[in-house]
């Protein structure tokens, strides 16, 4: 029997098709790079810039749908990329919580593996309310029983992602810190997700 094919959607804000990247990678085209699939695959990312996750809960399901394949016959898996937006646009954490909440129990129900990349630091004076996004993200993912990637927590002091962050004079970090937001999430659970043997290199 032939195995089932791969297709992962990423969706998410800007941050997860590498705006501020020369290389045009971001850290999805680093982590995809970095993944040896052992049977066909597909990885779609459907970024919306400015998106807060209650644009995002309304609009992940119909985009992924029209790239997914039947069920059974091949392997969907949806990757949730979180970004900043929510603190911009002063959306409560309690609907931030729920806005998660609902896409993780609709992927749920149709019976799709998520995993969940947090929010990187961003500006310095959001960095308290990013840092308790970051937390309520976590939580509703652990309550699930679903990955989650806290990349807040280890680059908000991060030397490399600070002077990416200025190299670029915006929020958006460079080729340096997609390399680490990779790293966070290549060796955050990303192969054992896929049912991969962990890549050392």
Same mark, same amino acid.
Do not use: K
């Given at each position: 029997?032939?195995?089932?094919?791969?297709? %992962?959607?990423?969706?998410?804000?800007?941050?997860?098709?590498?705006?501020?990247?020369?290389?045009?990678?971001?850290?999805?085209?680093?982590?995809?790079?970095?993944?040896?699939?052992?049977?066909?695959?597909?990885?779609?990312?459907?970024?919306?810039?400015?998106?807060?996750?209650?644009?995002?809960?309304?609009?992940?399901?119909?985009?992924?749908?029209?790239?997914?394949?039947?069920?059974?016959?091949?392997?969907?898996?949806?990757?949730?990329?979180?970004?900043?937006?929510?603190?911009?646009?002063?959306?409560?954490?309690?609907?931030?919580?729920?806005?998660?909440?609902? %896409?993780?129990?609709?992927?749920?129900?149709?019976?799709?593996?998520?995993?969940?990349?947090?929010?990187?630091?961003?500006?310095?004076?959001?960095?308290?309310? %990013?840092?308790?996004?970051?937390?309520?993200?976590?939580?509703?993912?652990?309550?699930?029983?679903?990955?989650?990637?806290?990349?807040?927590?280890?680059?908000?002091?991060?030397?490399?992602?600070?002077?990416?962050?200025?190299?670029?004079?915006?929020?958006?970090?460079?080729?340096?810190?997609?390399?680490?937001?990779?790293?966070?999430?290549?060796?955050?659970?990303?192969?054992?997700?896929?049912?991969?043997?962990?890549?050392?290199?």
């Amino acid at each position: 029997m032939q195995e089932r094919e791969v297709r %992962i959607c990423v969706v998410g804000d800007e941050l997860a098709v590498g705006v501020g990247d020369a290389r045009a990678l971001g850290w999805t085209g680093r982590v995809v790079a970095r993944t040896h699939f052992d049977r066909p695959s597909m990885v779609f990312s459907l970024a919306i810039p400015g998106e807060t996750t209650t644009q995002l809960s309304a609009r992940w399901e119909g985009e992924t749908a029209a790239r997914f394949g039947p069920e059974g016959e091949v392997e969907n898996r949806l990757v949730v990329a979180l970004g900043r937006h929510d603190v911009a646009s002063n959306l409560s954490v309690a609907r931030s919580r729920l806005n998660l909440a609902n %896409i993780l129990d609709v992927a749920d129900s149709h019976r799709i593996p998520a995993f969940v990349v947090g929010p990187p630091p961003g500006r310095p004076e959001d960095g308290d309310r %990013i840092l308790e996004l970051s937390d309520a993200f976590a939580d509703v993912a652990s309550r699930r029983r679903v990955p989650y990637v806290d990349t807040f927590t280890p680059l908000a002091a991060h030397e490399q992602w600070l002077a990416d962050l200025a190299q670029n004079g915006s929020t958006y970090p460079g080729q340096a810190g997609y390399g680490l937001m990779a790293w966070l999430v290549l060796h955050t659970g990303w192969h054992a997700w896929l049912g991969l043997p962990h890549d050392e290199g």
